[in-house]
């Protein structure tokens, strides 16, 4: 039986990404190995397959990834396996080196445009150390893998190499006993309008908050954490509104889906600051469709595309607040909109189903064990 060893530099308890491509392997009767890192409040995690967190003494910064690749490369060194998974250009040099060195193929699978990311667009030195490492690897590699033809045209470009295209569709799961608003902690009548993923700089956050005080009987629920999370908190603690503001955190898919499937509007409203940002689709839109959850988002290309095509929610021109808080409020309110988006979801919900792209996932893992 062939062995996978991938590996992310997150605790492993939120990536669906992760957990589904780890699962396909899995089901197609490969042994797989899924290594991350070990956080203070990590959670606990069962997963029908192999997991590895990595205990490090540095958790940000510099020292965090340097420390997180030296550990990762010597410990990918130690283990038996026939292809090595690097997932992000944060784990590509110590899953590259030791592949080189074990002799074993190794795929990239690039979840975003790293090198455009907003948060090293005033960090040169930071993004000329990332450029580095993926200008010396990249074209040395065999099978890349990302989440959209929009990126995969980005690396075309600069590498002029052929990426394989797996989009972040998601798994058709549902809970087997749904908790109500009630349960979540949301009185009944109120509306729910949600944003999960990743909270970091240029989401529209902060703008999403401020709209809250233009929009009636409705609450913002966030899930999720990252590099904004803290300076979120403060903001939403000095609005007069702050009691129609939830903050939970990062929660495991099991508890997330509740939110999710209990929600009114869901937010896709991400800046288009970044090359990264500008040609991303995130794993939450297509989450939004599974749930047939009415969609307002930025005009992003992917999203657009998508929105346009199957007309399942609204968009913003702008991150103006009191224009997020006017669209925010159609789309609560406006019944005949509502039942349009309903129907809709329910063709797109179809469309867009995990099971559409395993079998080209699969392809690509019985080709690189034959290069």
Same mark, same amino acid.
């Given at each position: 039986m062939a062995k996978i060893i991938a590996s992310v530099t997150n605790d492993l308890s939120t990536d669906q990404r992760l957990h589904k491509v780890c699962t396909t392997l899995l089901a197609a009767k490969y042994e797989v190995l899924l290594v991350g890192r070990k956080l203070r409040k990590s959670p606990d995690i069962d997963r029908p397959y192999e997991t590895k967190r990595l205990r490090l003494l540095f958790n940000s910064g510099f020292l965090f990834y340097a420390f997180y690749n030296i550990r990762l490369f010597f410990f990918l060194l130690s283990k038996r396996c026939d292809i090595i998974l690097a997932n992000d250009l944060d784990t590509l040099l110590a899953c590259y080196a030791a592949a080189k060195i074990k002799g074993v193929p190794v795929i990239y699978d690039t979840h975003e445009y790293f090198c455009g990311m907003p948060e090293l667009a005033n960090k040169p030195f930071t993004r000329s150390v990332w450029r580095g490492i993926e200008s010396y690897i990249f074209p040395k590699l065999r099978t890349v893998i990302t989440v959209n033809e929009s990126v995969a045209n980005l690396y075309k470009n600069e590498y002029n190499k052929d990426l394989i295209v797996i989009k972040n569709y998601p798994l058709a799961i549902e809970p087997t006993s749904l908790k109500s608003k009630e349960e979540l902690g949301i009185p009944t009548e109120t509306r729910l309008?949600?944003?999960?993923? &990743?909270?970091?700089?240029?989401?529209?956050? @902060? @703008?999403? *908050?401020? &709209?809250?005080?233009?929009?009636? +009987? &409705?609450?913002?629920?966030?899930?999720?954490?990252?590099?904004?999370?803290? +300076?979120? @908190?403060?903001?939403? &603690?000095?609005?007069?509104h702050s009691d129609r503001i939830i903050l939970k955190g990062w929660l495991p898919f099991a508890e997330l889906i509740h939110f999710t499937m209990n929600a009114d509007v869901g937010l896709a409203i991400e800046k288009d600051d970044s090359l990264n940002y500008k040609y991303s689709l995130? +794993?939450? *839109?297509?989450?939004?469709?599974q749930s047939e959850l009415p969609i307002l988002s930025s005009r992003l290309v992917e999203n657009e595309q998508i929105m346009a095509r199957w007309e399942i929610g609204a968009f913003i021109d702008n991150h103006e607040p009191k224009h997020i808080g006017e669209k925010l409020t159609y789309m609560l309110s406006d019944e005949t909109a509502r039942s349009i988006w309903a129907k809709n979801l329910i063709a797109a919900k179809k469309a867009y189903s995990w099971e559409h792209q395993k079998d080209e996932l699969l392809n690509a893992y019985r080709d690189a064990l034959v290069q």
């Open positions: 309008i949600l944003y999960q993923g &990743a909270v970091n700089v240029s989401r529209g956050l @902060e @703008e999403a *908050v401020e &709209a809250m005080q233009w929009i009636d +009987n &409705a609450v913002l629920v966030i899930v999720g954490g990252g590099n904004a999370f803290r +300076n979120l @908190e403060k903001m939403v &603690a000095s609005q007069a995130s +794993n939450k *839109v297509f989450d939004y469709i």
